[in-house]
T-cell receptor, first 112, second 112 residues
Framework: DTEVTQTPKHLVMGMTNKKSLKCEQHMGHRAMYWYKQKAKKPPELMFV???????INESVPSRFSPECPNSSLLNLHLHALQPEDSALYLC???????????FGPGTRLTVL | GEDVEQSLFLSVREGDSSVINCTYTDSSSTYLYWYKQEPGAGLQLLTYIFSNMDMKQDQRLTVLLNKKDKHLSLRIADTQTGDSAIYFC????????????FGAGTRLFVKA
């Protein structure tokens, strides 16, 4: 099973809202990733967790707050977003840091 | 520097072979990947090749790696309309930590 699941599939939020994106994998992978993808562009790395510790933060604004409650779950908490944050947010996981990454289906986020 | 380049668009007739090309700059690349992304979906791992291999075949897919020229290609035999998607070439390396470098993506259009 190489499945990464993400909820919700779609999310519309206002600039004053607080929401969370969720990602789950049961492959025993120890590295999990958040990417942001704008239309017709490749994914851009936002955060990496390795063994439930934040390893990489690619200078992402603080209105995005990641959390890794356990080795199977990854959350992205959203607060006071801007319309330009509208994008497809992809979660991925890999067995370790250097390893094949498996992606989830993404959450399509629209900020009004 | 870190660079993965691919042509942006390819159009083929149904039943023909498609060849999508990619060049990369870092000779220490360890893994090279091909991902497929259909509209509104996440990235699907199609295949990957280790840098110590020259070729990998998986059903209709053939990956060729020319390390000397830092050139990677994906051949899809008997291309079907369901193969229409964006194909991303990507690479990661042992000293690159958790980062995977993506190309801009090649949009494959299959004409019936």
């Amino acid at each position: 099973d190489t499945e990464v699941t993400q909820t919700p599939k779609h999310l519309v939020m206002g600039m004053t809202n607080k929401k969370s994106l969720k990602c789950e994998q049961h492959m025993g992978h120890r590295a999990m990733y958040w990417y942001k993808q704008k239309a017709k562009k490749p994914p851009e790395l936002m955060f990496v967790y390795s063994y439930e510790k934040l390893s990489i933060n690619e200078s992402v604004p603080s209105r995005f707050s990641p959390e890794c409650p356990n080795s199977s779950l990854l959350n992205l908490h959203l607060h006071a977003l801007q319309p330009e944050d509208s994008a497809l947010y992809l979660c991925a996981s890999s067995r370790e840091g250097l390893g094949v990454q498996y992606f989830g289906p993404g959450t399509r986020l629209t900020v009004l | 520097g870190e660079d993965v380049e691919q042509s942006l668009f390819l159009s083929v007739r149904e039943g023909d072979s498609s060849v999508i090309n990619c060049t990369y700059t870092d000779s220490s690349s360890t893994y090279l990947y091909w991902y497929k992304q259909e509209p509104g979906a996440g990235l699907q791992l199609l295949t990957y090749i280790f840098s110590n291999m020259d070729m990998k075949q998986d059903q209709r897919l053939t990956v060729l790696l020319n390390k000397k020229d830092k050139h990677l290609s994906l051949r899809i035999a008997d291309t079907q309309t369901g193969d229409s998607a964006i194909y991303f070439c990507a690479e990661s390396r042992e000293n690159g930590g958790f980062k995977t470098i993506f190309g801009a993506g090649t949009r494959l259009f299959v004409k019936a």
